[in-house]
């Protein structure tokens, strides 16, 4: 009798015991849960912390190349270097940066725009020269007896993608004098062009090259695209 109430009692208690590792686990995988949960939320919120403050970082380096872009034109363009019209252009650009920072640089693949400032003032001594050749060209047209012009409409599909590469593209043929972009559809660009001279200097496609340059086009790689992405994934490396 005390031996079947002995028994009794063991596997009473191996029940119970039993009951309460279930019941551990159990507790045990909903603490997991509840932390694994928590650690995503939080993770969630870094994340978007991070990439928030990553895309006021973005916008803010957009602000500061098209007001650099901007300012830089309209001083070309001016010629006026005074104060009053240096105040005055500072702040139309500074406007106009503020609304179309967005538009500029909607597509741009790469996110280092400090490269993409330094190629762009590295162009623009290019594109002056340029303008200066394409200058005594058009007065030795129009100087010249004969007056060897020979007007013509050209048609070329650019490799450029960026909506930003088209519009550097386009703002340099026309500040080059006897070209004048007249369209851009789709990627394809009517031009005018004075003479076959112009019209052979755009279609050999070295300023086509050059906006793509500037702006890392995955079409056109250089040697310097290739050493200026491995800097900038260095940078991330050991910032991570």
């Given at each position: 009798?005390?031996?079947?109430?002995?028994?009794?009692?063991?596997?009473?208690?191996?029940?119970?015991?039993e009951?309460?590792r279930?019941?551990?686990?159990?507790?045990?995988n909903?603490?997991?849960?509840?932390?694994?949960?928590?650690?995503?939320?939080?993770?969630?919120?870094?994340?978007?912390?991070?990439?928030?403050?990553?895309?006021?970082?973005?916008?803010?380096?957009?602000?500061?190349?098209?007001?650099?872009?901007?300012?830089?034109?309209?001083?070309?363009?001016?010629?006026?270097?005074?104060?009053?019209?240096?105040?005055?252009g500072?702040?139309?650009?500074?406007?106009?940066?503020?609304?179309?920072?967005?538009?500029?640089?909607?597509?741009?693949?790469?996110?280092?725009?400090?490269?993409?400032?330094?190629?762009f003032?590295?162009?623009?001594?290019?594109?002056?020269?340029?303008?200066?050749?394409?200058?005594v060209?058009?007065?030795?047209?129009?100087?010249?007896p004969?007056?060897?012009?020979?007007?013509?409409?050209?048609?070329?599909?650019?490799?450029?993608?960026?909506?930003?590469?088209?519009?550097?593209?386009?703002?340099?043929?026309?500040?080059?004098?006897?070209?004048?972009?007249?369209?851009?559809?789709?990627?394809?660009?009517?031009?005018?062009?004075?003479?076959q001279?112009?019209a052979?200097?755009?279609?050999?496609?070295?300023?086509?090259?050059?906006?793509?340059?500037?702006?890392?086009?995955?079409?056109?790689?250089?040697?310097?695209?290739?050493?200026?992405?491995?800097?900038?994934?260095?940078?991330?490396?050991?910032?991570?």
């Open positions: 009798m005390e031996v079947t109430l002995l028994i009794q009692a063991a596997d009473e208690s191996f029940r119970l015991l009951k309460a279930g019941q551990a686990v159990d507790l045990l909903t603490a997991v849960k509840l932390t694994s949960d928590t650690r995503s939320v939080e993770e969630r919120k870094l994340q978007t912390f991070l990439s928030s403050g990553q895309d006021a970082k973005s916008g803010f380096q957009n602000f500061i190349a098209t007001f650099v872009m901007l300012f830089a034109f309209w001083a070309l363009l001016s010629g006026k270097f005074d104060l009053f019209h240096l105040s005055l500072f702040i139309c650009t500074f406007v106009i940066s503020y609304l179309s920072h967005d538009l500029l640089f909607a597509n741009v693949r790469v996110g280092d725009i400090r490269v993409i400032i330094q190629r003032i590295i162009y623009m001594p290019w594109l002056m020269y340029q303008i200066i050749t394409a200058n060209h058009v007065a030795y047209l129009a100087l010249s004969k007056m060897p012009i020979d007007p013509q409409v050209m048609r070329f599909k650019t490799k450029l993608e960026s909506d930003i590469s088209w519009v550097t593209l386009a703002n340099s043929i026309t500040l080059t004098p006897g070209t004048i972009t007249m369209d851009i559809h789709e990627g394809e660009f009517v031009v005018h062009a004075l003479s001279k112009v052979d200097d755009l279609d050999t496609g070295e300023m086509e090259d050059r906006v793509a340059h500037v702006f890392m086009e995955a079409d056109h790689i250089y040697i310097q695209d290739v050493l200026d992405v491995a800097r900038i994934f260095g940078e991330m490396r050991r910032a991570a």
